[in-house]
Nanobody, 124 residues
Framework: QVQLVESGGGLVQAGDSLRLSCAASGRTFSRNAMGWFRQAPGKEREFVAATSGSGADTYYADSVKGRFTISRDNAKNTAYLQMNSLKPEDTSVYYC?????????????????WGQGTQVTVSS
């Protein structure tokens, strides 16, 4: 059974940093794209960042470009999201996702596997 487990969320102040982790189990995703999405109350799930299977290619939403960095450690079957210069508008539940494809995309339907989410709250 495939599982994605996020960790690292929490309550921080504007300008602080957080690092989210996504540990995968049940299968190896070293050749598969992984991504991060977020969803705030009353809003649709939105794309944050993605990385290709090799990690060589990365994609970011304009709202986080230059502040967030996605990475992965295929030996650990784990993806990360380093979030710097956090803003109150980054407050959301953050979800990790894994695709059956080797390259990433912006739409949730591209990803077959999802974690349960981790809450990130940024106070002003």
């Amino acid at each position: 059974q495939v599982q994605l487990v996020e960790s690292g969320g929490g309550l921080v102040q504007a300008g602080d940093s957080l690092r989210l982790s996504c540990a995968a189990s049940g299968r190896t995703f070293s050749r598969n794209a992984m991504g991060w999405f977020r969803q705030a109350p009353g809003k649709e799930r939105e794309f944050v960042a993605a990385t290709s299977g090799s990690g060589a290619d990365t994609y970011y939403a304009d709202s986080v470009k230059g502040r967030f960095t996605i990475s992965r450690d295929n030996a650990k079957n784990t993806a990360y999201l380093q979030m710097n210069s956090l803003k109150p508008e980054d407050t959301s539940v953050y979800y990790c996702a894994a695709s059956t494809h080797s390259y990433g995309d912006y739409v949730p339907s591209w990803y077959a596997y999802w974690g349960q989410g981790t809450q990130v709250t940024v106070s002003s």
